[in-house]
């Protein structure tokens, strides 16, 4: 708690989810403290250079009640070879701030998976559900499942409570990845046949995710 307000630390503040969700908690009544990369810019940024099985979140954990985690080695092009990069920031990085959470007497975690843990296509089945037996593709979609099987196995040891979230394609204004690509499209005004693809996708918008 800060002054009468309990306080969750957001990491990944500064990207596009966590520049929605931010104001989303402090209009609820929390006090947000926020994980900067750089320098920080306000009294409640702490600087954490980078995430991994190394780094010290103590001062980044003192007093508060919650965590959610929303920073993360995302998909890039031709990454699918960095295995390791992804291991150390999605599972061990991931892992090591839920340890230490619980060890700092944290009560809630908050994960930001990915539907890329399901698999790429529900083609011939209906939608996931989250009792669907994993099947990750790619270096991305393989790191958050096993941080997800991890923080798992935690939660059966640990007093913290550990929820993970799995969204879809996420858009909204700032969104990045496919859905800027697909925008981007959009905007040279050259005719897409967007009817005659006969495929389905979920979306979810950052507002409500957030």
Same mark, same amino acid.
């Given at each position: 708690?800060?002054?009468? #307000? ?9 990207? *596009?989810?966590? &520049?929605?969700?931010? =104001?989303?908690?402090? %209009? $609820? ?6 994980? @900067? #990369? ?7 940024? @702490?600087?954490?250079? %980078?995430?991994? =099985? ?18 993360? &080695? ?10 390791? !990069? ?6 061990? +990085? ?5 340890? %230490?959470?619980? %060890? ?6 908050? *994960? ?8 790429? $296509?529900?083609? +011939?089945?209906?939608? *996931? ?13 393989k790191s958050k499942a096993a941080a997800e099987s991890g923080l798992r196995a935690m ?11 799995? =969204? ?12 800027? !690509? ?6 040279r005004g050259i005719p897409l046949p967007f009817g005659l693809v006969r495929n389905r996708?979920? *979306? @979810?918008?950052?507002?409500?995710? $957030?």
């Open positions: 708690m800060k002054d009468g #307000r309990p306080v969750v630390l957001v990491t990944g503040a500064g990207g *596009f989810i966590g &520049r929605h969700l931010e =104001p989303v908690l402090q %209009s $609820s009544g929390w006090t947000v403290r926020r994980t @900067v #990369r750089a320098a920080a810019t306000g009294p409640n940024d @702490v600087l954490i250079e %980078s995430i991994g =099985p190394q780094t010290d979140w103590r001062d980044a954990l003192e007093g508060v009640d919650a965590v959610v985690h929303l920073a993360a &080695r995302v998909h890039h092009p031709n990454e699918e070879h960095a295995v390791e !990069l992804y291991r150390n920031v999605n599972v061990e +990085g991931t892992l090591h701030l839920a340890r %230490s959470a619980a %060890s700092m007497g944290v009560r809630q975690f908050i *994960f930001l998976s990915s539907i890329h843990v399901n698999g790429r $296509s529900t083609e +011939g089945r209906g939608p *996931f559900t989250e009792a669907d037996a994993l099947t990750p593709r790619g270096v991305y979609g939660a059966q040891d640990q007093g913290m409570h550990i929820t993970v979230v799995r =969204p879809p394609l996420v858009y909204g204004a700032g969104a990045k990845g496919n859905f800027d !690509l697909l925008v981007r499209a959009v905007r996708r979920a *979306f @979810v918008s950052v507002e409500n995710l $957030s």
